[in-house]
């Protein structure tokens, strides 16, 4: 006589391995900078090495950013400062919109002391060149420290190809 709470038991312990085994291989970089005192002072920077060996591959750059409801602002500057092979470097200021600007409402999830945000910075991307890429992101704004900012994360991850 077959066991049917020892059979469920048994698929669901196998959909369960299954579920927690899986990594993410399509996840190229992902980086954080934590802020002790929840308030990001000008100067900790946050930096981010890489590789790039596959020229037909497609990326998705994306920033999280983690925040309370101290943070006084309805969006966040930064300057992203970038290294690439053959010595390129490029900067450049981007604006992520943290709050609905008409109403103030927090756009990311979580609660009054957490709020997490993941904002796509650019999407298809194809890089020109193998070799070491660098990200440097600092915060780019006109308070030397940014109060209610806990962290800030990077991803880049390579999206699926298109046969």
Known sequence: MVNHNSLWLGFFSILLLAIFSCENNNIVLEEEIQFNSGSWPVGEVLNAYWEIEDLEAVYRWSISVDHSDQFKY???YLLVKSQMPGNKSQEKEISLQLANPNT???LGKGSASNIIQKI???DSIKFENTGEYQFNIEQYSRDSTLQGINSISILL???PSKK
């Open 74 to 76: 309805q969006n966040l």
């Open 104 to 106: 103030g409402v927090w």
């Open 120 to 122: 796509v910075i650019q």
């Open 157 to 159: 991850e390579r999206l």
